[in-house]
């Protein structure tokens, strides 16, 4: 966690970030920034596009329900995409947009659903997908906008891993055993492999699907632990390990 | 994650589990596994109250809006609640339902509301806590019932914890570094201490606060890397590392 600005807003858009700019904010933003956050004339708001790092914006408010924004200076440089997959089984309900953020919040550069044996349901909205993770990054200050790939099927995903990507396999069956000397044993930490984290349904994966898993070299399994989580709870803890040991977060 | 069967609902019950005893379903239990689960007569539910482990119970039909549960035989003894306490600045809105969730699914026993300076809010609603604790419990295949404490002033909160416990404090402030080190160096993993997690509010401590808990022996600050973190992923992140390092996920 790093010392922040939790005081002014923080959005996404779509337009270039230079200094003077004027942007017309959409109605839905608008109505955010005046009639929920109750902000005026003057007021700070953060701006980020994915490209141009996060610049300073004031309000120009020209009615009740429409503003503008004018670009002052840049806050902080872009940063690039993690390069670190988090690879899941898609879930039912309001889950899977915590997932999506969580994975987002704790560092994960591509979002990638992944169809198993055992996934719920075999639709998948993405743009909404898409949506969470952005409000992720407008809300924890992540300036690199996530990917969100499209779902494919387990075999499909696991051959579009490069060679060298260590994947780190979430196995609700693996023993219990120490998930950081797993780690730590599978990748120097001074230096890191890229990195892909797979998380698998509620049901957990077939047997066939662990035996394809488990054949792919650079793989490692790892229990997290003597309770069951749910999948968005995995993806946190999973994540807080695997940045804490070859991460980020070091 | 341990393999466990996902397909028999598992519910809390106040009534003492012995075999042969038959229990009455609440109408809201009862609505829950014959109209929204839609279980049948014989259909295996798995049980716990806190006390007596967990038994298998089938379910004896005795209306469309009313059932009886009969107690099978046990499969789980009583395992003791985690000696873990949780303690963190309360939220406003559906975050604080996910957090209490999230802290049980980790390990917490304890989960205590701290009001800081910068909390949101000074109502809680200590009820509405619990029951969150204890749908986690439930669906997570947790024996031990949270305990849930009344929310108290942080200098109260920290004078109520043992000198020998740990307090492990997320420090949004503290410089990053490596927070498996920090825990490592804080305790020693073959012979942990009794643990407490401190989370803040997301305005963070104030200087005054911050001075407090560090004046606290048997205190370590840990930084839970770059990205900001919400508190209800603050929580699953530091009790992922905790439980790695000091705790059950060794």
């Given at each position: 966690?790093?010392?922040?600005?939790?005081?002014?807003?923080?959005?996404?858009?779509?337009?270039?970030?230079?200094?003077?700019?004027?942007?017309?904010?959409?109605?839905?933003?608008?109505?955010?920034?005046?009639?929920?956050?109750?902000?005026?004339?003057?007021?700070?708001?953060?701006?980020?596009?994915?490209?141009?790092?996060?610049?300073?914006?004031?309000?120009a408010q020209s009615g009740r329900k429409s503003a503008d924004?004018?670009?002052?200076?840049?806050?902080?440089?872009?940063?690039?995409?993690?390069?670190?997959?988090?690879?899941?089984?898609?879930?039912?309900?309001?889950?899977?947009?915590?997932?999506?953020?969580k994975a987002v919040e704790m560092g994960a550069g591509t979002?990638?659903?992944?169809?198993?044996?055992?996934?719920?349901?075999?639709?998948?909205?993405?743009?909404?997908?898409?949506?969470?993770?952005?409000?992720?990054?407008?809300?924890?200050?992540?300036?690199?906008?996530?990917?969100?790939?499209?779902?494919?099927?387990?075999?499909?995903?696991?051959?579009?891993?490069?060679?060298?990507?260590?994947?780190?396999?979430?196995?609700?069956?693996?023993?219990?055993?120490?998930?950081?000397?797993?780690?730590?044993?599978?990748?120097?930490?001074?230096?890191?492999?890229?990195?892909?984290?797979?998380?698998?349904?509620?049901?957990?994966?077939?047997?066939?699907?662990?035996?394809?898993?488990?054949?792919?070299?650079?793989?490692?399994?790892?229990?997290?632990?003597?309770?069951?989580?749910?999948?968005?709870?995995?993806?946190?803890?999973?994540?807080?390990?695997?940045?804490?040991?070859?991460?980020?977060?070091?």
């Open positions: 966690m790093a010392a922040y600005d939790f005081t002014a807003p923080r959005l996404h858009v779509a337009d270039d970030l230079v200094p003077g700019a004027v942007l017309p904010l959409e109605r839905a933003q608008a109505n955010y920034l005046l009639n929920v956050l109750r902000r005026g004339p003057d007021d700070p708001v953060l701006l980020f596009n994915g490209r141009d790092g996060e610049w300073r914006a004031t309000l924004l004018v670009v002052r200076e840049q806050t902080r440089p872009q940063t690039p995409r993690p390069d670190l997959q988090y690879l899941f089984a898609p879930l039912k309900s309001a889950r899977l947009d915590y997932l999506a953020q979002i990638r659903p992944v169809f198993t044996r055992y996934t719920q349901g075999e639709r998948l909205n993405v743009e909404r997908l898409r949506a969470n993770a952005l409000e992720a990054a407008e809300q924890c200050g992540i300036l690199a906008l996530p990917e969100i790939s499209e779902a494919v099927r387990l075999p499909v995903a696991l051959a579009a891993l490069a060679p060298e990507r260590l994947l780190v396999f979430c196995d609700e069956d693996a023993p219990l055993s120490d998930p950081i000397a797993a780690l730590r044993a599978a990748a120097d930490p001074a230096a890191p492999p890229p990195l892909a984290v797979l998380v698998g349904p509620e049901g957990g994966f077939a047997q066939e699907e662990r035996a394809l898993i488990s054949a792919r070299p650079n793989t490692v399994a790892l229990s997290l632990g003597p309770r069951i989580l749910r999948a968005d709870t995995a993806a946190v803890a999973v994540l807080a390990l695997v940045q804490s040991v070859l991460g980020d977060t070091r």
